[in-house]
Nanobody, 114 residues
Framework: QVQFVESGGGLVQPGGSLRLSCEAS????????MAWYRQLPGKQQREFVA???????HYADFVKDRFTISRDNDKNAIFLEMNSLEPEDTGVYFC????????WGQGTQVTVSS
């Protein structure tokens, strides 16, 4: 079955950086536009963060050039480089296909706090 395993989260101070990874199994991501989402504290809905197709990338407005999404089809993985992190970025980060989402993984917790 399809499985996504997110990693790389942690506790960082405001202005810090993290690199998130998402490894997929049971699906070949080369065929899909992949995306990162996040669930903010106290919110039930996940919100879109960024997506990457074969070439094109797109980011949510709140990213403001701070994050970079990438993919490695050979490793069947996507990544999210996050810089200039703000407390408002605190949340659980997930990856999935952009359309027809598969079962969600556990996500990786990102906490930005001094």
């Amino acid at each position: 079955q399809v499985q996504f395993v997110e990693s790389g989260g942690g506790l960082v101070q405001p202005g810090g950086s993290l690199r998130l990874s998402c490894e997929a199994s049971g699906i070949s991501i080369i065929a899909f536009t992949m995306a990162w989402y996040r669930q903010l504290p106290g919110k039930q809905q996940r919100e879109f963060v960024a997506r990457v197709g074969a070439v094109a990338k797109h980011y949510a407005d709140f990213v403001k050039d701070r994050f970079t999404i990438s993919r490695d089809n050979d490793k069947n993985a996507i990544f999210l480089e996050m810089n200039s992190l703000e407390p408002e970025d605190t949340g659980v980060y997930f990856c999935n296909t952009e359309t027809n989402p598969r079962p969600w993984g556990q996500g990786t917790q990102v906490t930005v706090s001094s």
